[in-house]
């Protein structure tokens, strides 16, 4: 990807990557919202050093704790509401917090916690059919890989391989 075809600002400290100046504001209104509502929850978000859109790709997205990014694909942020996103934004930032206090931060117990604080704020800050959104995915268990063959699971493990490699395309400055 060659460096105009990809756009880079920073909020707060937190670079953001997108194929579009429109999605950049849509993920730096989202975290101002998260800013100005929940201060507190902000500060776990700003362990970020950067929020990804991947130029393609549906919904999925990924952390790398580690590198301190996270990765998403251009669905989830252009039809997302900004109290949706920001909340994304604040479970993801749980996550952050658990990598950094040397806890668990993947599995059952983590996205748990997670989950609890993300509707909680969306709750708050979203509309019921969001949070009701939120309960049937968190019942679904998106983080448990199934074990069904040529469905979800492998389509998944495609995305995560795309993502993966854009994360890393990101950290070897491939994408600026």
């Not at 997205?61 to 998403?72: A, D, G, S």
């Not at 309960?135 to 074990?147: I, N």
Request: glycine share 6%; charged share 35%.
């Amino acid at each position: 990807m060659k460096k105009r075809d990809y756009v880079f600002r920073k909020y707060n400290g937190i670079e953001i990557g997108a194929k579009n100046e429109g999605e950049i504001m849509r993920v730096k209104k989202a975290l101002q919202f998260v800013r100005v509502k929940e201060k507190r929850l902000f500060t776990s978000i700003q362990n970020l050093e950067a929020v990804l859109v991947r130029p393609k790709g549906k919904y999925n997205n990924l952390l790398f704790p580690k590198e301190r990014v996270y990765t998403c694909e251009p669905g989830t942020v252009n039809e997302s509401s900004r109290s949706y996103l920001g909340s994304l934004f604040v479970h993801e930032g749980v996550h952050i917090k658990q990598y950094i206090q040397k806890r668990k931060y993947k599995g059952n117990d983590a996205e748990q916690e997670a989950y609890v604080i993300q509707r909680k704020f969306l709750k708050m800050y979203g509309t019921k059919d969001e949070v009701e959104w939120l309960d049937l995915m968190f019942t679904d268990r998106w983080w448990v890989k199934k074990k069904t063959g040529k469905s979800k699971e492998n389509i998944m493990r495609d995305t995560d391989k795309k993502l993966i490699q854009f994360c890393a395309d990101y950290i070897n400055g491939k994408l600026k």
